[in-house]
């Protein structure tokens, strides 16, 4: 079964930065489009960035300038500069891995992976 992996969270002071790698675990799934949301404690889960299969991307405005979605070699990345201790968040993947060159039927969740910022 197909599955979502993040990695590169941690914590960092205030003006740091960090990159948060999605990929599907199995050799044979890739992605190359999808989103980065994340839930802060007491707060709903918001979308962050998302980029499709084009190469077209939307960011939420609190992190326009701020952080970068990007594709490369069958993975999602979001690159996060300049860090804000409201940037403390679970951060979630959210994609559609594809197949032999097929998408799959349905979107996944990776488990989160937690970025704190320090002031």
């Known amino acids: 079964q197909v599955q979502l992996v993040e990695s590169g969270g941690g914590s960092v002071q205030a003006g740091g930065s960090l990159r948060l790698a999605c990929a599907a675990s199995?050799?044979?799934?890739?992605?190359?489009?999808g989103g980065w949301y994340r839930q802060a404690p007491g707060k709903q889960r918001e979308l962050v960035a998302e980029?499709?299969?084009?190469?077209s991307t939307n960011y939420a405005d609190s992190v326009k300038g701020r952080f970068t979605i990007s594709e490369d070699n069958g993975k999602v990345y979001l690159a996060m500069n300049s860090l804000k201790p409201e940037d403390t968040a679970v951060y979630y993947c959210?994609?559609?891995?594809?197949?032999?060159?097929?998408?799959?039927?349905?979107?996944?969740w990776g488990q989160g992976t937690q970025v704190t910022v320090s002031s």
């Open positions: 959210n994609a559609r891995p594809i197949v032999f060159g097929i998408p799959m039927p349905n979107d996944y």
């Open positions: 980029i499709s299969r084009n190469g």
């Open positions: 199995g050799s044979t799934f890739r992605i190359n489009a």
